[in-house]
Nanobody, 116 residues
Framework: VQLQASGGGLVQPGGSLRLSCVASGIQFSMYNILWYRQPPGQQREFVAHITSGGSTDYANSVKGRFAISRDNAENTVYLQMSSLKTDDTAVYYC???????????WGQGTLVTVSS
């Protein structure tokens, strides 16, 4: 099983980025998918979640600015991030959890730096 996250980089406050996480080795459509982030020197925290059925929810800190989506045909989950703030600086990780069995896997993380 591999989860390959990409799309991170340096962006100015107010800017946008789209993260991607491509999965291989799993039946992607059977998994709930989450994005987490770990700011420098802090604990990993929940960002967004999309179920196998397509329902979504978000951390209050990103609600209205971030959007999670999935493309089951491409085994890919996206995190569209807009109106970025310096507090959004973190390593972002994707996490998949089988919606019945609970088996889960983590991606390697992609760094997002929001700075002027």
């Amino acid at each position: 099983v591999q989860l390959q996250a990409s799309g991170g980089g340096l962006v100015q406050p107010g800017g946008s980025l789209r993260l991607s996480c491509v999965a291989s080795g799993i039946q992607f459509s059977m998994y709930n998918i989450l994005w987490y982030r770990q700011p420098p020197g802090q604990q990993r925290e929940f960002v967004a979640h999309i179920t196998s059925g397509g329902s979504t929810d978000y951390a209050n800190s990103v609600k209205g600015r971030f959007a999670i989506s999935r493309d089951n045909a491409e085994n890919t989950v996206y995190l569209q991030m807009s109106s970025l703030k310096t507090d959004d600086t973190a390593v972002y990780y994707c996490n998949v959890i089988h919606h019945i069995e609970g088996t889960q896997y983590w991606g390697q993380g992609t760094l997002v730096t929001v700075s002027s």
